[in-house]
């Protein structure tokens, strides 16, 4: 078994942006329903037709391989099925008689991508519509295993019969709104898995790159309240893009370019976070002018990262409906007798919505941060900054202050920062 090195997601804070290391994960190879850890779950299908096993080489199938070869040349090839998540963990198992069954750590997002024996992307696994993964990270109590049951080609997009968002899977329909939105960068590694397109798909190379995204959001204002108001349509400041590089040999910066209207044209990465296996670069911040009006999202088409002399090209979705689909982290703050704060509760919910979400569902981790004048808990990297909690669990949804001096009255600002399920990040401000 080959063991990888996690890549995980953007840990960024304001102007000072950072990641953090990953552990090994086993590759595993299961051949059929057996046990697996209680950490797992168990992620199965069959692929329709006669496809999928690259033994099947006499009787009807090579017949019909004669007769039709088109109709069966990019399916008989099916080997392998390769499973990963967004910080570069995965899993491959071979695909026998059509059957696959692979076990998948739980509490994940992933991407099943479809390979002959030779490592080649064949195709991918669309959920729905606008979900091009497989999350996993609210799964109903008891559920051992998810059945995709009889999975079709067209194409390179496989569908399954069965979409399990409903029943082994208990999200809201606000989560599933959520969730079709964030995996929209993911999603572009799951459609191209071979980003620096040698034919061998990048993992099982032991390489893995991605793209990524840091949205700046204006939410709403605390006026004379230690709730803030949340704008129903909120409003985008801007955006920074993320280059994952997790190989060798790394350089000191990469150049994004963008399709027109993104104002990226080569333009070099701002910062670049190295850690013992990966780099994380960060395109230059794009924003309005001072006066401009309305939401700065990078527009959808191809955005290519000039890697080592190579252009490495990712295909992104149109964003315009970032402002009514990002997640909105929503603040309480509870005061001291004195008037200075001792602890932030929040709720997260989506622009114009009155339903919480679940944090575990789209959450990885959150951090307070609170800009303002006076005294400052300790010395901190960003203009401004007088607290920083650090990086909260998921489920953790109430913060009491680790220092109790704080006064509310020289609050300007609250930032709820957060990495979602996909490794993207959110800067989600409320002005006071």
Not at 159 to 170: F, G, H, K, M, N
Request: aromatic share 10%.
């Amino acid at each position: 078994m080959k063991k990888y090195l996690a890549l995980i997601g953007i840990v960024s804070v304001l102007s000072s942006c950072g990641g953090s290391g990953g552990s090994n994960q086993n590759n595993i190879n299961i051949p059929g329903s057996i046990n697996i850890p209680e950490n797992q779950i168990l992620i199965k299908g069959r692929l329709s037709g006669l496809v999928g096993s690259r033994n099947e080489s006499g009787g009807i199938h090579a017949m019909l391989m004669k007769i039709f070869p088109n109709a069966f040349a990019s399916t008989s090839t099916i080997a392998k099925v390769l499973v990963f998540t967004q910080s570069g963990n995965f899993w491959v198992t071979n695909v026998n008689n059509g059957i696959f069954s692979v076990g998948v750590e739980k509490g994940t997002v992933v991407g099943l991508v479809f390979l002959d024996a030779n490592n080649k992307f064949i195709g991918y696994l669309n959920l729905k519509k606008d979900l091009d993964s497989l999350p996993l990270t609210k799964l109903k109590s008891g559920v051992k295993e998810i059945d995709l049951k009889e999975i079709k080609l067209n194409g390179n997009t496989f569908t399954p019969s069965y979409i399990p968002l409903d029943q082994e899977l208990e999200f809201s329909e606000d989560e599933k709104n959520s969730l079709e939105f964030m995996d929209d960068f993911f999603s572009s590694v799951v459609k191209n898995p071979d980003v620096d397109g040698n034919g061998v798909v990048d993992l099982m190379e032991n390489k893995f790159y991605r793209l990524g995204i840091l949205y700046f959001v204006k939410a709403g204002e605390f006026g004379n309240k230690l709730t803030p108001t949340l704008n129903q349509s909120v409003y985008i400041n801007g955006f920074r893009l993320s280059f994952d590089a997790f190989d060798e040999n790394r350089p000191q910066y990469v150049e994004f370019t963008g399709p027109i209207n993104s104002d990226l044209n080569n333009a070099p990465s701002s910062q670049a976070n190295t850690y013992p296996n990966s780099t994380t670069y960060f395109s230059p911040y794009i924003g309005y002018s001072p006066g401009s009006t309305g939401n700065k999202i990078p527009p959808s088409g191809s955005y290519t990262v000039s890697y080592k002399g190579r252009s490495f090209v990712f295909n992104i979705p149109d964003q315009s409906s970032a402002p009514s689909r990002i997640v909105i982290a929503v603040p309480t703050v509870t005061l001291n007798q004195n008037g200075t704060i001792n602890k932030l509760n929040w709720v997260y919910k989506m622009p114009a919505g009155n339903s919480t979400l679940s944090p575990t569902a789209v959450i990885r981790e959150i951090e307070v941060q609170i800009d303002g004048t006076g005294t400052s808990c300790s010395s901190y990297p960003q203009p401004n900054r007088i607290y920083n909690s650090g990086m909260l669990k998921p489920g953790v949804v109430e913060h009491t202050l680790s220092c109790q001096n704080i006064n509310w009255q020289s609050v300007s600002r609250i930032h709820m920062s957060y990495n979602d399920v996909y490794g993207n990040h959110y800067v989600i401000t409320w002005n006071k």
